[in-house]
């Protein structure tokens, strides 16, 4: 955001205008300071949470689909940002903003807490969860049993 805001300052819609080296020096430092965060937040919870969540036995499985789906997004970014950058110019830095705002929520609200739990029990930590409940369907071992009704 605040890369963003330097550069929309300076350029405006318009793609013009200048930087300083002083401005040139904090914009870099903005960037390096991004790269660095992410580094040690968003960076390795994609292939960190996906090792702590899948079941034993499906867990290489889900590695698998999830490097997968992480390389494809990387190669589709990668070749999007230059043309994103030219069409929405300082925007575009507003635009990767809002989705580390709905990723942060979608974590906060339906990614349980995995710490010091052990992956056998997971299973059960998606089925106790507010949301996932609904779509986890029941073990097969366990079956609800009806309170017996009691006559008066």
């Known amino acids: 955001v605040i890369i963003g805001i330097i550069l929309g300052d300076k350029f405006g819609l318009s793609g013009k205008g200048t930087l300083s080296k002083s401005e040139a020096d904090?914009?870099?430092?903005?960037?390096?300071?991004?790269?660095?965060?992410?580094?040690?937040?968003?960076?390795?919870?994609?292939?960190?949470?996906?090792?702590?969540?899948?079941?034993?036995?499906?867990?290489?499985?889900?590695?698998?689909i999830n490097v997968s789906v992480n390389l494809l997004f990387t190669f589709a970014i990668a070749q999007a940002f230059l043309a994103m950058l030219c069409h929405f110019k300082f925007g575009l830095f507003f635009f990767f903003a809002g989705w580390v705002l709905i990723m942060t929520t979608f974590i906060f609200f339906?990614?349980?807490?995995?710490?010091?739990?052990?992956?056998?029990?997971?299973?059960?930590?998606?089925?106790?969860?507010?949301?996932?409940?609904?779509?986890?369907?029941?073990?097969?071992?366990?079956?609800?049993?009806?309170?017996?009704?009691?006559?008066?």
């Open 26 to 64: 904090l914009v870099v430092f903005f960037i390096c300071l991004y790269v660095s965060a992410f580094a040690w937040s968003w960076g390795p919870l994609g292939w960190l949470v996906p090792s702590e969540i899948f079941p034993l036995e499906i867990r290489s499985a889900g590695q698998s």
């Open 110 to 152: 339906l990614l349980p807490e995995t710490k010091n739990i052990p992956i056998e029990e997971m299973t059960l930590v998606w089925r106790k969860h507010w949301f996932w409940k609904r779509i986890l369907p029941a073990d097969e071992g366990e079956v609800e049993m009806e309170k017996p009704k009691t006559v008066t």
